[in-house]
């Protein structure tokens, strides 16, 4: 598949893998632009790959972290206000929990982070995520094992209080 | 049927925490959290499944812009690319330098071949003949030099072992040079040809001697006062002279009627003491070269014979002794 094409399909994957690395809306956007620019000047260097899905998804986390080590130089981390797009249309309580369980996520680090994000949101299987996170198999499925537990355990000390 | 599902759901669950669940299996949880039927001990595991469902909603709202200069996989492109890649580049480099070096090489060293055992067939009148390097097989029945810097000296004698050589072009034979390389300078004066051209070898009566000599030789021919044809001989000698080198120039002195001995004392290679004796056997007439210069330093000396036409030499070049360091070799 012609690269421009695959990268509008997973312009969303890309731009929610951005949002939870960059942690704020603005960010992300910018990054997924710059990132796309980029792409369209190497496209060379992506036709070696075999699924340019996952190459792409790699490049872009690759991308964002680079953002975050350059970002770190000038702000400390406190500072960069973390503002996500709403969930919900509700307005029962369940904001507040979607919210709850969104700053859970948001205290994982990074790698911990993208792999939740990949399985749950993107659906994407083991394989690929290992692709992408240049891991092996056996270690995203500890550390998916390890994060949903911390979740569980997390989410019900805050909720309770 | 409410059981059943949340019976499922636990044990899917207790997969899920494990990092167990396929795909298949997580999409089952999903759904099952989106349905109104959850009781509260699942809870929070609705909260976070919720959480997921929600966020694959998030769509981006920005712009993409094309970069400028999509000019793609032009052409163009592709060959400047490949031209660019290191390797291309030294290639077209050096292929062309290496095959000028390859041809002047041949220009010059064409005439030379390293002497072998066989033994050549003596030079008909018309064949060119190469001019062929003494190589160091002969001399090392006669002479041995030490390359290191040691204190005792190289002598040799000249007078044994020459004959074994017959693949030179004897002395005395008559040559007549004709220039075929452009790298042919007459003067006026004095037919200088410098070695490397070809030489035939015929009968004429004008005769040049040809030393075999490739790179040091100047063949100078003048006349002297009387009408006398004579040639001088001449070689240049350097720190980096080769023992062949040297060797050569003995058996060629020794081919013209010259006594002559040598010492020669090498400090990694290159020489810094030299002590030529010469004395031409038909006159008597004597003349020394010796010289010792600092170690690793260069110098250039002329060494030069003249000789009539017969080939026998008539007169020597002026002596030359001179000690920059303390010479340690004197020919007994």
Same mark, same amino acid.
């Given at each position: 598949m012609n690269l421009k094409q695959e990268f509008l399909n997973i312009t969303g994957t890309l731009y929610r893998v951005a949002l939870q690395i960059l942690q704020n809306q603005q960010d992300a956007e910018d990054a997924v632009s710059d990132f796309y620019i980029k792409v369209m000047e190497k496209r060379d260097q992506f036709s070696?790959? #075999?699924s340019l899905k996952a190459a792409l998804i790699r490049s872009m986390k690759n991308h964002c972290l680079n953002l975050i080590k350059s970002r770190k130089r000038f702000h400390? *981390?406190?500072? /960069?206000?973390i503002e996500l797009p709403s969930?919900? %249309? =509700? @307005?029962?309580g369940s904001e507040e929990r979607l919210l709850l369980v969104q700053k859970i996520i948001d205290e994982l680090s990074v790698k911990q982070k993208i792999i939740i994000e990949l399985r749950? *949101?993107? @659906?994407?299987p083991m394989k690929q995520i290992a692709d992408i996170m240049e891991e092996k198999v056996n270690t995203v499925e500890k550390i998916i094992s390890r994060v949903r537990k911390k979740i569980r355990i997390e989410y019900e000390n805050r909720k309770s209080k | 049927m409410k059981t059943e599902n949340l019976n499922r759901a636990k044990n899917l669950l207790d997969k899920y925490e494990l990092g167990q669940t396929s795909l298949e299996e997580e999409n089952v949880l999903i759904t099952y959290f989106n !349905?109104?039927?959850?009781p509260n001990e699942l809870a929070n595991y609705k909260d976070e499944f919720n959480y997921y469902s929600a966020f694959?909603? *998030?769509?981006?709202t920005g712009s993409l812009q094309e970069p400028n200069?999509?000019?793609?996989?032009?052409l163009v492109k592709k060959i400047y690319k490949f031209f660019s890649k290191w390797y291309v580049l030294s290639l077209i480099i050096l292929v062309p330098i290496l095959l000028l070096i390859a041809t002047y090489q041949n220009n010059q060293n064409e005439e030379v071949k390293p002497i072998n055992n066989q033994s050549f067939p003596?030079?008909? +009148?018309?064949d060119s003949i190469s001019l062929v390097n003494q190589d160091s097989k002969f001399k090392d029945s006669f002479v041995r030099e030490n390359k290191? !810097? !040691?204190t005792y000296p190289i002598v040799s004698s +000249?007078? +044994?072992?020459? #004959? $074994?050589?017959? %693949? $030179? /072009?004897?002395?005395? =034979?008559?040559v007549s040079v004709t220039p075929e390389s452009s790298t042919y300078n007459v003067s006026s004066k004095n037919n200088t040809i410098e070695l490397g051209d070809k030489v035939s070898v015929t009968t004429e009566s004008s005769t040049d001697n040809v030393s075999? =000599?490739?790179?040091?030789n100047l063949l100078n021919s003048s006349t002297d006062k009387s009408g006398v044809a004579q040639k001088e001989v001449t070689f240049n000698l350097t720190e980096n002279s080769t023992s062949g080198k040297l060797a050569s120039i003995a058996y060629l002195a020794n081919k013209a009627g010259i006594e002559y001995t040598y010492i020669v004392d090498r400090h990694k290679k290159k020489i810094h003491e030299l002590n030529i004796e010469m004395i031409i056997?038909? $006159?008597?007439e004597r003349s020394q070269l010796w010289i010792a210069f600092p170690k690793k330093s260069s110098f250039v000396e002329t060494l030069y014979w003249t000789v009539d036409q017969d080939g026998k030499a008539v007169s020597l070049c002026a002596g030359k002794i001179e000690h920059m360091v303390s010479a340690k070799h004197p020919i007994e």
């Open positions: 070696r790959y #075999d400390s *981390v406190e500072e /960069i206000s969930l919900t %249309n =509700d @307005c029962s749950m *949101v993107e @659906c994407l | !349905s109104e039927e959850v694959r909603n *998030v769509q981006f200069n999509i000019s793609g996989n032009s003596p030079p008909s +009148t018309n290191n !810097s !040691s +000249t007078q +044994t072992a020459f #004959d $074994t050589l017959n %693949n $030179t /072009i004897e002395l005395g =034979d008559k075999s =000599d490739n790179q040091h056997r038909s $006159t008597g």
